[in-house]
């Protein structure tokens, strides 16, 4: 799955305190957490009969969203965030998960792959640093008028998501390890030190 990032923390729509959207499960490999304990969490601090009130639906299925679904021996319904994963699933776009990190004020980067063979450090590091250079390189054009066109605007957000995607990528391979064997390489090559 993809992980969501938000650009600064602060307040999101309706007044909900959005901080770092990084999935920390992903990083961690841990369980994640289901759409239904995530919305019996934020039912704990927002209240079900404003939800209900303001989308107009039942408190009784509001509170049905904060249950395990009926097919996991729960009573709960269908909710908002599993069809929003059964539309990523179907349409395979992400754009309608950038669309809702932009509604939460972040954005949104898909994960890269993982390689099965390990990243070579220097190559990795180089790369990260030529996105970089490559984003600089867009922003000079783009702003060497002293105006950034919208069309501008654009090519500079689509070079800084390239780069947090290279970035990321990088990133995740030092978490999972992938430059142990270079530094296992690197450490038996060096001299030993004397006491």
Sequence with gaps: M??????????????????????????????????????????????????????GLSLSLIYKWAEPPVDETGSGANNPLDRIEQLLKITHDERIAQWVCE?????????????????????????????????????????????????????????WEDLKSVTEGFVRQCEEGNFAELKQAVAKSAPAKSE
Excluded: W
């Design 103 to 159: 509604r939460a004020g972040g954005f949104f980067i898909n994960n890269p792959k993982a390689k099965a063979q390990p990243y070579q450090l220097i190559p990795s590091t180089n790369s990260i640093v030529q996105e970089f250079a490559d984003m600089l390189g867009v922003i000079a054009v783009a702003a060497a008028d002293n105006a950034i066109t919208p069309a501008e605007a654009k090519a500079i957000r689509r070079r």
């Design 2 to 55: 993809a992980r969501i990032q938000q650009v600064h923390s602060g307040r999101a729509p309706g007044g909900v305190t959005v901080s770092d959207c990084v999935d920390p499960g992903a990083m961690h490999h841990a369980v994640r957490m289901q759409s239904h304990e995530l919305l019996k969490e934020v039912l704990k601090k927002t209240s079900a009969k404003q939800i209900s009130a303001e989308l």
